[in-house]
């Protein structure tokens, strides 16, 4: 037999319990890489885009995780800069005070991937040469020679 479809009322309750789980974070999110006005107007426009998309996007595995890719990549592109998934998730970590499992479920992943992207954020930018600071070898020089930037 073939399941049933859901109702419409059943779609508009879901529909709303995304919105009351997600929006408060979503918006702090925004509104942490984007002047008010520009957060609040991004996302009452991702909502805009969930809302036409909501059946279909009931199908899919993870809901979340399409939300807040399309949720990021419209923030980074009105901010003009692109942050790594690491720094999004420090952000929300570090700054916003969201949990690990608050991030998990926001982005659609698992507290896993989210202990792993901010093991990643914490580590340094670039990794020790054993070199000492500020040096900049000779192009034509043996490797032990340097000079001072």
């Known amino acids: 037999m073939k399941p049933t479809p859901p109702t419409a009322a059943v779609l508009?309750?879901?529909?709303?319990?995304?919105?009351?789980?997600?929006?408060?974070?979503?918006?702090?999110?925004?509104?942490?890489?984007?002047?008010?006005?520009?957060?609040?107007?991004?996302?009452?426009?991702?909502?805009?885009?969930?809302?036409?998309?909501?059946?279909?996007?009931?199908?899919?595995?993870?809901?979340?995780?399409?939300?807040?890719?399309?949720?990021?990549?419209?923030?980074?592109h009105r901010a003009g800069h692109t942050p790594t998934p690491a720094e999004d998730t420090a952000l929300l970590h570090d700054d916003l005070r969201l949990s690990i499992d608050r991030i998990a479920t926001i982005t659609g992943t698992d507290p896993a991937r989210v202990t792993a992207l901010l093991a990643a954020a914490r580590r340094p930018q670039h990794p020790p040469t054993g070199r000492p600071q500020n040096c900049i070898p000779y192009p034509q020089a043996p490797r032990t020679a340097c000079r001072h930037a």
């Open 12 to 76: 508009t309750t879901a529909f709303y319990a995304f919105y009351d789980l997600h929006r408060p974070a979503y918006h702090a999110y925004a509104a942490a890489r984007l002047p008010q006005e520009e957060a609040q107007l991004s996302v009452t426009q991702l909502f805009d885009l969930i809302a036409s998309n909501w059946t279909w996007l009931m199908t899919k595995q993870r809901p979340s995780a399409w939300a807040w890719e399309k949720h990021t990549l419209a923030v980074a």
